[in-house]
């Protein structure tokens, strides 16, 4: 096998591997990876089309990929809606997402909504980013019980928008957010939002 060969194939399985990505910024990413792949492949061989074809996939990619990274911290990208944890739709979507809620959530489960007092939902246009439910701790503090992410949007920060200074917590007269005791691999994620290690929690402050 020549090296031009390692080249075709290797982008065809690139582009086959884009594909199973659940993360969108990923997808996009090895996407126009295997589309340069591709391109240089093809232009070696003289197949002009597939060329035409990878060059366009390459660029539409590009624009995409700047696009999502311009919009991951910009306010106009994603907005925070205000839940009952009693309501039908939130509990629909505590259901539909059980087991991946579990899956960095151990030992939660859509009924411990119940036990929250309130909840926001991320949306981007009409479409779910993410959740967080939390309850009343004291002292002007929140406790977070749950923060959960779709997979798809797990290469941004969407629980940015529900965290900031001047944001939902903070309406609400909060001036400390403890972060969820249950939550996995977590640490990088809640930095990236602004909490800080207090002990042995994680606190957000908002004063």
């Not at 005791?181 to 606190?203: C, H, I």
Request: charged share 20%; hydrophobic share 45%.
């Amino acid at each position: 096998m020549t090296a031009l060969d390692v080249l075709g194939w290797g982008g065809s399985a690139l582009l086959v591997y884009s594909l199973l990505q659940t993360r969108i910024l990923r997808l996009r990413l090895f996407n126009c990876l295997a589309s340069v792949l591709l391109v240089i492949f093809n232009a070696a061989i003289a197949v002009w089309p597939m060329v035409g074809l990878n060059v366009a996939l390459t660029v539409i990619n590009g624009f995409y990929i700047v696009r999502l990274l311009r919009g991951r911290h910009d306010p106009r990208t994603y907005e925070v809606v205000a839940v009952q944890p009693t309501e039908g739709f939130l509990r629909h979507l505590l259901h539909s997402f059980e087991t991946d809620i579990r899956r960095f959530n151990p030992g939660f489960a859509p009924s411990e909504a119940n036990e929250t007092e309130f909840g926001f939902v991320i949306l981007t246009g009409a479409e779910m980013v993410g959740v967080v439910l939390a309850r009343d701790a004291g002292g002007g503090s929140a406790q977070v019980d749950l923060d959960y992410v779709l997979p798809k949007y797990r290469d941004f920060c969407p629980g940015e928008f529900v965290y900031r200074r001047g944001g939902p917590f903070t309406a609400r007269g909060y001036r400390q957010v403890i972060a969820p005791p249950r939550m996995l691999s977590a640490e990088d994620y809640m930095r990236k939002v602004g909490f800080r290690s207090k002990g042995d929690a994680m606190v957000l402050d908002l004063a």
